[in-house]
């Protein structure tokens, strides 16, 4: 049987965490910040870090670990190592049916989002032109992933330099333009509405969940990684400083290129609204196309984990029909099956977001953000992870072994918080569903 070769090196694995992360979340999930924190920038910049140390220092504990875990499929490796089989094939489970199927399918739909606006017809969000152009881009991130992963892998390198340069070119010029004409200093003082405080700050962290995650997706290609041991490590904590410090610059840019009340009524405008103002409107398109391309990279590099999710189970005889599932295309080098049924569950995942979230709501109690919800529940999946790994890995020194862990747990625990009490009753409609899903999991693995 063919197995997955080593074909990535440490650009490349940098690259995924910066690319996976960086990208759509900036921009998506910047207005709803704004919005959640009533244009309160001082607020809104502490969510910011708040989300991004709890990143580096969850992305921290998995380098750790990764020094020590190497075999397949990253988190499920991981959850393996420190649980056992069971906990690993539920983590895995997870990731396959629910995590990396949402994320995909939000991020085609913002991806196409974002065309819309760059074309600039009269077209709606949630009308039959946008859901054409998410089908298309879904179909052709998984056609690039599937028939030429190495050339999929080039183009997430590349994707990630353009990505770049909109969020460096507004963090710098729009923070200078805006320091010149008083306009940052404005912003920061002028709250749009007056909000409470700490859960303005609560739901405005929940929101940056989405725009930090991704890293631990570039843990899933480690069997594919050239020097895992070694490269992982650097790739995940390098990756996530740039992340963090890249979005704060870029927030604060915003608040010198346009006024936040402008901002906050704007919508999926207000980005290219604010590069037209710094920038004019042709140049401020120009950029507006790398914000594009910057989504489409985002999406690319999510559909490259989802297109393997079911692999990691299958790998391990665990899961529906594993010999089917764990075939790997001589000439592609991908396990072409498995991804066919990633595909499918971003396309189920994507009628659910359209449904639940961009319409009047079809599923009534059984609504909720598919784009946040699953990360949260990610992040309590961690907390049992570090705990053990805190506790049996007693040859480490204090600050590896005790405290980061402990940070990391605590941090999860911060989230888990956030998200009660932004989504409220949501979250108990999302349980349901997680739970129908983990058990239809146990029956395939009870069957085994």
């Known amino acids: 049987m063919e197995t997955l070769q080593k074909k990535y090196g440490l650009m490349t694995a940098t690259a995924m965490v910066v690319g996976i992360v960086i990208g759509s979340g900036v921009f998506f999930k910047a207005e709803k910040i704004l919005t959640a924190t009533g244009g309160n920038l001082s607020v809104g910049i502490l969510a910011w870090i708040i989300g991004g140390v709890i990143m580096i220092v969850c992305a921290y504990n998995f380098a750790v670990m990764a020094t020590k875990y190497e075999k397949v499929s990253g988190i499920v490796d991981y959850a393996e190592a420190t649980l056992g089989t069971g906990y690993g094939y539920f983590v895995g489970w997870f990731m396959a049916t629910i995590y990396y199927p949402t994320l995909v399918s939000v991020l085609a739909w913002v991806s196409a989002r974002y065309t819309c606006v760059l074309i600039g017809k009269d077209w709606s969000i949630v009308g039959p032109e946008c859901l054409a152009i998410t089908a298309f881009y879904l179909i052709a991130s998984y056609t690039l992933n599937t028939l030429s992963p190495i050339l999929a892998g080039k183009f997430q390198v590349s994707t990630t330099i353009i990505k770049l340069i909109p969020l460096f070119a507004m963090a ?13 200093v404005e912003n920061f003082a002028t709250v749009v509405v007056e909000m409470d405080t700490f859960s303005a700050l609560l739901t405005a962290v929940c929101a940056t969940a989405f725009a930090y995650e991704g890293w631990i997706i570039a843990t899933s290609i480690n069997a594919e990684l050239k020097d895992a041991k070694r490269n992982l490590p650097k790739a995940l904590v390098r990756g996530t400083f740039l992340i963090m410090a890249t979005y704060i610059l870029y927030y604060v840019g915003l608040s010198g290129a346009v006024e936040n009340s402008i901002l906050m009524e704007s919508g999926e405008m207000g980005a290219k609204t604010a590069f037209a103002n710094i920038f004019s409107n042709f140049m401020g398109t120009g950029l507006f196309v790398f914000v594009v391309i910057s989504c489409l990279g985002t999406l690319n590099g999510l559909m490259l984990a989802c297109t393997r ?18 075939q790997i295309d001589a000439k592609t080098n991908m396990p072409t099956n498995a991804s066919v049924l990633g595909l499918f569950f971003a396309g189920i995942w994507l009628l659910y977001f359209y449904g639940a979230n961009l319409t009047a709501p079809w599923f009534g109690f059984f609504s909720f953000d598919s784009s946040e919800l699953p990360i949260i529940t990610i992040y309590a999946m961690y907390i049992p992870i570090f705990w053990i790994f805190m506790k049996r890995e007693r040859d480490m020194d204090f600050f590896r072994g005790k405290l980061m862990p402990a940070l990391g747990i605590l941090g999860s625990l911060f ?16 349980l349901i569903v997680f739970l129908v899903v983990q058990l239809i999991g146990m029956f395939y693995m009870k069957r085994k």
């Open 172 to 184: 710098i010029v729009g923070t200078l333009s805006g320091l010149a004409n008083g306009m940052v």
């Open 309 to 326: 999710g079911l692999y990691a189970l299958s790998v391990r005889n665990m899961g529906p029909m594993p010999d089917t599932f764990k």
């Open 415 to 430: 989230m888990i918080y956030a998200a009660y009490v932004s989504h409220g009753k949501a979250i108990l409609a999302y």
